[in-house]
């Protein structure tokens, strides 16, 4: 699932490039159709023709709008910059440009739209070149450029096509196990309750889920999903979801508030942050200058402390310290812009480096100046688990060598982060570096795609008392080593059952239908009729069917000695204690001793005897049979 967002300069066409791809128009408010300009984020969805579903943000491109802009921006995955042809570079063109540059939003496309309006190609080429300079020193340099005309469709095929390259090449979003959905609206449906929308990154949300609304603590459950107008089971990361909550009123909730399980995260009034301020601003960054804050879906108002420097100028980059006014939701590495109040204007932005600062900083501390370097460069143990999520099961020492840290810091990294269970030791007793170690997050996906592998398994194949260990390998794609490692650590967990050569879902049991049954009653009439002389594997699977005679066998209810012979387990025990007890008294026995002493033909008692050998009850010795020591 992948996210896109327009961006670029008031009446530009935006919005009605996103009707004409998607064939709904993303103006949803009545004052937006009645000024024919956008106000608000609207939203939209498009199947690619190679089958990928993006979500779709549409954000105003009018100045003073620039701060909804903002609150739709942060979660996508590409831009589409829009650019009229009969028009060009704009000023909101140039101030989207540097906010998209600001959120390393790094994958996007220009779209040069209205080139109906264009009676001249060379007008269309100078605009090109004028766009490939603004473009220039920015994320989008070098960013395809597609013209369109929303009115005739011409350039479209064109379009979705770059697109859905594009984002084959985009990276997919991380499932670290801690969703944050940041809300951009609420709604609220009759009968349903609470609605609310965003972009879900970091984890996944399923129906059922208690959740959490932060930073106000609300608490509810999710009793619906739905992703593009679709019902689901589970949103994952990277969607455009709406969660319907319930135990939650709409007025409780605002923009700007984050939807995750509870006790996921922490809410914070102050970030240390790294900052570029653009090269274009009206003047320098001072300290103690007020400034508004846009994180997620959230603004609030920041207080801005200078660390290090008496003041920033245009074009330079340094460590700020950001007092809130109120609190948001913000992990390290998360891309914030900054913006003057009054009169509006955005100033710049940057990432998050500590957003739970213990204290206030004193502002030219070099040890302060050199922790916030380090912490940019991330700590060992982030950097560690990073290594880990890439590699899936690896051993320790594989991981510490994919996180390039010396040893003694990977080995405390990888301390620190067993005994916070952020990675799991899949082998029995202490860790060492041989280990084969997994991120939590990732064990617990494995979990869930096992039991979901499982319950379909089931589905297909009810009477079967389990799947072959060997299949469930093959389907899950894991090492020999791993999967054996992996198999009794769900099943101390509850998560299934196993057996030598088989898995299934705690509580799985066989059960055969009316009809079924009165054809195994039959068949074990037969048995019963001669124990010792039984009807073939063939004529049992004509009694039965073959799916029932399996679920017999995989049961222990009967017991194949060869391919073509089989008995009744109660029929099996009482012969194998019958020449345990023939031999007990004269230390051997003959096939024919045996065929006499059950009563039976030469054809059952060889197979019988030789099943024993194979499993080690008896031993063959010339024509006789001993007990095996």
């Not at 570029?276 to 601003?281: E, K």
Request: net charge negative; proline share 6%.
């Amino acid at each position: 699932m992948r996210v896109i967002g327009t961006a670029g300069h008031v009446d530009h066409g935006k919005s009605t490039l996103i009707a004409a791809l998607t064939g709904v128009h993303p103006d949803r408010l009545k004052e937006e159709q009645e000024r024919e300009m956008t106000i608000d984020l609207g939203f939209g969805w498009l199947t690619l023709p190679d089958g990928q579903e993006i979500g779709i943000v549409d954000v105003p491109g009018h100045r003073d709008f620039i701060e909804n802009m903002l609150a739709g921006v942060g979660g996508i995955d590409a831009a589409l910059l829009v650019i009229a042809s009969d028009e060009g570079v704009m000023p909101q063109t140039r101030e989207h440009l540097a906010i998209l540059d600001l959120l390393q939003i790094n994958s996007g496309l220009v779209v040069l739209t209205k080139i109906d309006l264009a009676d001249d190609p060379a007008w269309l080429d100078l605009v090109e070149a004028d766009v490939r300079a603004a473009l220039s020193g920015t994320v989008l340099q070098g960013a395809p450029i597609v013209r369109v005309s929303s009115r005739t469709q011409e350039g479209l095929p064109e379009l979705t096509r770059t697109l859905g390259l594009l984002l084959q090449n985009a990276p997919a979003r991380p499932d670290l196990g801690r969703p944050r959905l940041p809300v951009d609206r609420v709604f609220s449906m009759s009968a349903f309750g609470t609605f609310v929308t965003g972009t879900l990154t970091d984890g996944h949300l399923s129906l059922g889920d208690e959740v959490e609304l932060l930073p106000s603590g609300l608490k509810g459950r999710v009793r619906g999903l739905q992703t593009h107008k679709k019902q689901e089971e589970k949103a994952v990361p990277g969607s455009r979801t709406a969660v319907n909550i319930s135990g939650v009123d709409m007025e409780q909730v605002r923009r700007g508030e984050v939807v995750t399980h509870p006790g996921q995260y922490i809410p914070t009034q102050r970030m240390d942050v790294r900052f570029r301020l653009l090269a274009d601003v009206s003047s320098p960054l001072r300290h103690h200058t007020e400034v508004k804050l846009f994180i997620g879906a959230a603004e609030t108002v920041a207080n801005v402390r200078l660390l290090g420097v008496e003041v920033l100028n245009p074009g330079e980059t340094g460590w700020l310290q950001l007092e809130l006014r109120e609190r948001v939701i913000a992990v390290r590495g998360d891309r914030y812009i900054l913006r003057r109040p009054s009169p509006g204007e955005t100033l710049g932005g940057g990432i998050v480096v500590d957003p739970q600062p213990k204290r206030r900083h004193k502002r030219f501390d070099e040890s302060v100046l050199k922790g916030l370097e380090s912490m940019a460069q991330g700590s060992p143990a982030e950097v560690l688990l990073q290594a880990a999520l890439a590699l899936g099961p690896a051993s320790a020492k594989d991981v510490s060598t994919r996180s390039r840290l010396d040893g003694p810091a990977a080995e405390s990294a990888l301390k620190e982060l067993l005994d916070s269970s952020q990675l799991i030791n899949l082998d029995d007793g202490p860790w060492t570096m041989d280990s084969v170690v997994l991120a939590a997050s990732q064990f617990s996906a494995l979990r869930e795609t096992v039991v979901a592998t499982l319950v379909a398994y089931h589905k297909i194949y009810p009477l079967r008392r389990g799947m072959p260990r060997e299949e469930l390998k093959s389907k899950l794609k894991l090492p020999p080593r791993v999967f054996n490692l992996v198999l009794p650590r769900l099943a101390d967990e509850g998560a299934l059952t196993e057996g030598p050569k088989w898995a299934a879902l705690p509580g799985h049991i066989v059960r055969f239908s009316p009809f079924q049954q009165v054809k195994v009653d039959q068949l074990m009439a037969r048995f019963a009729a001669a124990p010792f002389a039984p009807p073939s594997v063939k004529e049992c699977q004509a009694e039965t069917g073959e799916d029932v005679f399996s679920a017999l066998l995989d049961s222990g209810n009967l017991v194949a000695v060869s391919d073509e012979v089989v008995f009744r387990k109660a029929d099996f025990e009482a012969m194998v204690e019958k020449v345990r007890q023939a031999i007990g008294q004269k230390g051997q026995v003959s096939l024919a001793e045996v065929r006499d002493l059950l009563g039976t033909s030469r054809k059952y008692v060889q197979a019988f005897l030789e099943h024993l050998d194979a499993v080690g009850v008896t031993i063959r010795d010339g024509d006789f049979r001993r007990l095996k020591q």
